[in-house]
Every structure is written in structure tokens, then in C-alpha cells.
């Protein structure tokens, strides 16, 4: 199910960051120290009395060669577009400025939930200052220290009060939602229709959890699918053409609700950054990938072309090594046919459980091959191991001391459990816990 979007507006210095990643504390994204997984964030998950949310910085966009104002105004408008609901941040010190006018008019005009939060109200006599931001006229205003942590769990209160109650669309459990991303004109729509053209069978518009996006049903060799729409990497109007770095926001839902993500590449302009940024998303998501290589017809080729293709993904996607790849043309319908067969392997493993003993049998033999490392004299023991959860497979590895298990010989075991039962197109977590636990 997708989760609710918060985002955090207000003009630069009034503490967004700091507040940001107050909100996300541990839940911050974690990935793999390897390169290629890009941390310069604006979006982050975040959870509050089990209620789990997403949260956009707006702090974290930076449009050079534009006036101040046009670019407040901006960050403003996509919040609007994007959130649920809007925390509009403002500085208790400085007091009710231009600036803050500015935005809060935007947001008077949105119909989405707009809570006012006063920061650096940092002690009791601060608080006479809350008085003067009624006058925005956006409602209560709330008073929080983003240093020290003050008032957010009150203001959590109230931005839960206002999310929306979210319906699933009703699909069978034998359904694979398979979710369409990559930046702007690499090609997504050609490649939706191209797959649900000629061999839709079953077309029904069914509404999504998000405004207005669609889900499409198609069926193919007795396999339903359904498309989950990403409409949010549509653009809407100058806002999307200024600031690329947002197409990855309106994939998060559809990244949510999805079991396979189709992370679509460019062969005619190459890797970008921001392929790298919006893979990490679903990579981070535990969601089963498979890359697509767009616009395959349009590259000058010999028989060396697709292989160093491959490399250069391989060396900028290391965190995607299980990630299989497709080179295609949504536009002729070239090689097209190998790419279902391919989703729905990788949503298979995705969803592959082992039995325990096998599991045990394939960790030991590693181990014997590969004795576990040792820290300080003392060496890393394996007791048990049992699988805890599918999409994606989850090992448990019930040990001597989990800080012994380090990071190359996690990689190792999860290698060897590649090896034994392919687990092709899906991650796969190692989880250590103290064998009393």
C-alpha cells in the first residue's frame, strides 16, 4: 500500500533539514557501503505511532540562476503537487517575513492540509512569539524546537489527523503489480503501451491509492499483471521541466504498492545521475527490479556494443548486481518479448521460500568452504538460520555475536545463496541476531 507524503516548505534558514531528519531519525534508508548509491537525500521514510509516511525536504532543491523568490514559489508548488499534507516550517526568531507570505499564500490556494510549524521555540518565553503567525491564516500554529526536539510529536499528532484513508485495489494474490520508473523521457509510457498493447486482454481503469493515477490489468500466457501508473513523472507544467531531481518523487507510491519495478535506462543518452538516485528508491524499498535499456534500436551497434552496455551498468549499479537486464525497443518492439518472461521470474523469486533444513545444509557447506571471520580472538559462530519473510526473502542468522558478521562475509553467504537457489531479480536481506534473541 502506498504510504502518505508529507512535505516540508519554508523559505531557506528557518531549520527544514534539521526538522527532516528529526522526523526520520533511524528511519532513515540504509544501503550498502559500495559506490553508486547516491546520499545526498530529499526524501526519507518516517514513522510515527505505526503509522508509516514518506517525507520530502523541499531544502534539497537548488535551481541556480533564479531569483530567490521563483524559487520558494517552486518548492512550494511541488509540494502542493506531491503531499498529502504540508508542514509549512517558519522561524520563531526572525518572526512573520515576506518570505513566508509568499508561501503561505501558495498554500492557502492548495487544497491539501497545511500545518504551521513555528521552530526554534526553543523555551517557555519564545512562545509569545507564536501569536503574530495566526496572521498567515493557515490555521493553528505550532510551536517546536527542531535542535532540541520540542512540540513534534505534538505536531505528528496532528499531521496523522489529516492523512488520507488509503483502499488497496483488489487484486488476486497470483496478480504481479509491476511499477514503471526512470527520469524523464527515457521512454516509460512507450514501453507501458508497447507491453499492454497487442496482447491486453483484460483492460479495466481501476482508481489507485493516488489521485490520479491508474492501475492497468493485462494478461499474458494465463500471468495477470497490472501496471501500477506513474503518472507522478508526468510533468506538470515549468515546475517538472525546471527541476528534474523531482521525477523521482511521484514513483514513490507506485514503488509502495508495486512487487516488480521496471527501472527504465536511456541507451541513447547513457547513465545519469538521477537513474542511479531513483533506482536507490526501489532498491531501498526491497522491491524486485529489472532493468530496461530504452531506445536500444536508435544505438549504433556491433557485436561488442551490448556487453560493454552491460558493464557500464554493472559498474554504476554494483548495488543492483542481482538486478537482471533487458535491452529493448518500446518504440519498435524490439527483443520486447523476453521482458515479461523476465518479470515474472524475478516476482517469483521475490516471493521464493526455502525450507529450513535446506537452508541450514546451503549455510553450512558455505561456512566449511569459507570459515567465518574472527575480531579480537573471537570468531564468528553460526547456530541456526531460518527464513523469516518473503518480497523480499529475509534470512535469519542466529549467531554468537551479530557485530562479528561483517559486511564482505555477509556478502559471501549471500552469494552462496544465489548460487544454490537463484534469487535472480530479487534482494535479498541477511538479518543477524544473537542466538538467545
Do not use: C
Request: glycine share 6%; charged share 30%.
Amino acid at each position: 500500500m502506498a504510504k502518505p507524503v508529507i512535505a516540508i516548505v519554508g523559505r531557506p534558514n528557518v531549520g527544514k533539514s534539521t526538522i527532516f531528519n528529526r522526523i526520520i531519525g533511524e528511519r532513515m534508508a540504509i544501503v550498502e557501503d559500495v559506490p553508486g548509491v547516491t546520499r545526498d537525500r530529499i526524501y526519507g521514510a518516517g514513522e510515527w505511532l505505526n503509522r508509516e509516511f514518506n517525507v520530502i525536504d523541499t531544502g534539497g532543491i537548488e535551481i541556480s540562476e533564479e531569483p530567490l523568490l521563483v524559487q520558494m514559489k517552486q518548492q512550494a508548488q511541488i509540494a502542493i503537487d506531491e503531499a498529502d499534507v504540508i508542514v509549512f516550517i517558519t522561524n520563531g526568531r526572525d518572526g512573520v517575513t515576506g518570505a513566508d507570505e509568499e508561501v503561505a499564500a501558495l498554500l492557502r490556494r492548495s487544497k491539501k492540509p497545511v500545518i504551521l510549524a513555528v521552530n526554534k521555540i526553543d523555551n517557555y518565553e519564545m512562545r509569545e512569539k507564536l501569536y503574530e503567525f495566526y496572521a498567515l491564516g493557515t490555521g493553528e500554529v505550532f510551536g517546536i524546537s527542531g535542535a532540541h526536539g520540542l512540540g513534534l510529536g505534538d505536531l505528528l499528532d496532528e499531521v496523522l489527523n489529516h492523512f488520507p484513508e488509503e483502499q488497496e485495489a483488489d487484486y488476486s494474490e497470483d496478480t504481479i503489480k509491476m511499477a514503471v520508473i526512470g527520469r524523464p523521457n527515457v521512454g516509460k509510457s512507450s514501453l507501458v503501451n508497447a507491453v499492454t498493447g497487442e496482447e491486453r486482454v483484460i483492460v479495466s481503469n481501476i482508481p489507485g491509492t493516488t489521485r490520479d493515477a491508474v492501475d492497468t490489468i493485462f494478461e499474458k500466457d494465463d500471468q495477470e499483471y497490472v501496471v501500477i501508473d506513474t503518472a507522478g513523472m508526468r510533468k506538470r507544467g515549468k515546475v517538472y521541466e525546471a527541476t528534474e531531481k523531482y521525477s523521482v518523487l511521484r514513483a514513490l507510491r507506485a514503488i509502495d504498492r508495486s512487487d516488480v519495478v521496471l527501472v527504465v535506462l536511456d541507451a541513447e543518452t547513457g547513465i545519469r545521475e538521477q537513474d542511479k538516485k531513483i533506482a536507490g528508491f526501489a532498491h531501498e524499498a526491497g522491491r524486485a527490479i529489472v532493468i530496461v535499456v530504452n531506445k536500444w534500436d536508435a544505438v549504433n551497434k556491433d557485436n561488442k556494443t551490448m556487453g560493454e552496455f552491460t558493464e557500464r551498468i554493472r559498474d554504476e549499479f554494483q548495488y543492483l548486481s542481482y538486478a537482471p537486464i533487458i535491452f529493448l525497443s518500446a518504440k519498435t518492439k524490439q527483443r520486447l518479448q523476453h521482458l515479461l518472461p523476465v518479470v515474472k521470474e524475478a516476482a517469483d523469486n521475490h516471493n521464493l521460500r526455502v525450507p529450513t533444513n535446506v537452508l541450514n545444509d546451503v549455510i553450512m557447506d558455505a561456512v566449511a568452504m569459507n570459515p567465518t571471520p574472527t575480531e579480537h580472538n573471537r570468531r564468528l559462530r553460526i547456530n541456526y538460520v531460518t527464513q523469516v519473510a518473503v518480497a523480499p526473502p529475509t534470512i535469519v542468522l542466529f549467531v554468537n555475536d551479530p557485530e562479528l558478521l561483517h559486511f564482505s562475509y555477509r556478502r559471501f553467504l549471500e552469494n552462496r545463496l544465489r548460487e544454490a537457489f537463484h534469487f535472480e531479480g530479487t534482494p535479498i536481506k541477511i538479518i543477524a541476531r544473537k542466538k538467545n534473541d
